[in-house]
């Protein structure tokens, strides 16, 4: 055996394996992407070490333990899909059958591996290449099927598992890579009964179809990621790393606070200063003001003009959301209001005024077509707003409710307010201001 012979399998080898560990280093996070990136280091230390079996005269004693890394391969596949299936709502659709079938495809691969431990020379001999040392006369023989039962049943469950799936509408990056996941299947299980030549072709069609899936997968996962970090808390923007955009905005109701916030004097402010300046204020707004929601697990549902509206308990519920929302208004009053005597340097003052309102709203992305919408929807919304209208500079009126739910946490700056009487609101509302901290 020399060099030149195993070139081609090495490269192959070389090709998933690096595959393996650069998809993992990209998204190790993802439950999804580690198991894809098993099955393909499995399935390069198959090729890597299998291969070349067929070049010499007599099978040394380890070869029987390659069984493991095909089985592993298959295993690890069929899992992944499994994964990308969990992650994604089925709606209406029976998840039991695909499920069950994936399952028993992953059986399959564990007699794969009994039966390549207990008959290591019926695996390279008679199953392996099969098809380019005996043609078609491979079939009839039962040492083949030993094998290949399982390999088809595993290929019928990929194919017909990640069909099923494409019918949930699953998130667009997982929906390219299951469709690239259907294309390659073929060519990688079919490759093991193929003669070396063809199946080393086999498996790099195979291998480079998932590669342009998943790179165009991991592409839209960090370009999102690079767009959820600037409005998603840490925590929600892991989720929709790891589980999908659907999945982790779908639609619920929550028992949440609101945070609205308001430049004061913005409009005569932007009417005698440049657009450059006017922009470069917002842009130094959004920043200072988002920081302190980052702090405290904030969603940012609109970054309009001088309005900022935060969701504080959504999409991710959270106990105590009445009281972090207090503490990020007053955060992000301070942080504001200090940056707000820079903007105001020989031009109209700046201020900043906040309202804050607590209680059920309904939240969840609307796909809008080319995009998705996240939206809020419920009186806790509308009041925060109002309260953020009524609120003059330096000012943040909290509701009673969000009071309320914050009980003992909240803070003992607050001064009571005579009810106000808001639009779109029949009685009065009850309220108080969150008074500045006095000077350490």
């Not at 019928?156 to 997982?174: I, M, T, Y």
């Not at 070396?196 to 960090?222: K, P």
């Not at 916030?261 to 006017?278: I, K, M, N, P």
């Amino acid at each position: 055996m020399d060099l030149l012979t195993l070139l081609p399998s090495g490269l192959l080898a070389l090709l998933a394996i690096g595959m393996s560990l650069a998809f993992w280093s990209a998204d190790r996070g993802s439950p999804t992407t580690r198991a894809l990136a098993l099955a393909l280091v499995a399935m390069g230390v198959s090729v890597g070490l299998g291969m070349p079996l067929h070049e010499l005269n007599a099978m040394p004693a380890w070869a029987r333990w390659l069984a493991l890394a095909d089985a592993l391969a298959i295993y690890a596949f069929l899992e992944w899909i499994l994964r990308v299936r969990h992650q994604t709502s089925a709606g209406d659709l029976d998840p039991r059958f695909a499920d069950r079938l994936l399952r028993a495809g992953q059986a399959g691969s564990l007699v794969f591996a009994a039966a390549g431990l207990l008959a290591p020379g019926l695996r390279v001999n008679v199953f392996l290449n099969a098809f380019g040392s005996g043609g078609l006369e491979a079939a009839h023989r039962l040492g083949f099927w030993l094998f290949a039962g399982p390999l088809f049943l595993a290929i019928l469950a990929a194919v017909v598992g990640s069909l099923l799936f494409l019918r949930r509408r699953p998130d667009r990056p997982e929906y390219i890579r299951a469709l690239g996941c259907i294309a390659a299947t073929p060519f990688l299980g079919f490759a093991m009964v193929m003669p070396e030549d063809i199946a080393i072709l086999s498996m790099t069609l195979g291998l480079l179809l998932i590669l342009a899936a998943t790179m165009h997968y991991l592409v839209i996962q960090g370009q999102r990621g690079e767009f959820m970090a600037r409005f998603l808390s840490r925590r929600v923007a892991e989720l929709v790393r790891r589980r999908g955009l659907q999945q982790a905005m779908r639609e619920s109701s929550l028992e949440l606070s609101v945070v609205c916030v308001d430049l004061r004097g913005f409009t005569a402010y932007s009417q005698v200063q440049s657009s450059a300046q006017v922009i470069g204020v917002l842009r130094e707004y959004y920043r200072v003001a988002c920081e302190v929601v980052a702090r405290y697990d904030g969603t940012i549902k609109d970054l309009a003009g001088d309005g900022i509206l935060v969701l504080v308990g959504a999409p991710l519920p959270v106990a105590d959301h009445a009281a972090r929302a207090l503490e990020m208004a007053d955060g992000i009053r301070a942080a504001v209001s200090a940056a707000a005597q820079r903007w105001s340097a020989g031009a109209p003052r700046l201020g900043v005024g906040l309202g804050i309102a607590s209680g059920p709203v309904t939240v969840g992305a609307i796909d809008a077509g080319d995009r998705y919408e996240y939206t809020a929807v419920g009186s806790a919304v509308n009041l925060a707003s109002r309260l953020c209208e009524e609120a003059a500079d330096g000012e943040i009126l909290a509701a009673e409710r969000t009071l309320e739910l914050a009980g003992t946490a909240a803070p003992a700056r607050l001064e009571p307010r005579p009810p106000v009487q808001v639009k779109g609101f029949a009685e009065p509302v009850p309220h108080r201001n969150l008074r500045h901290a006095l000077p350490a």
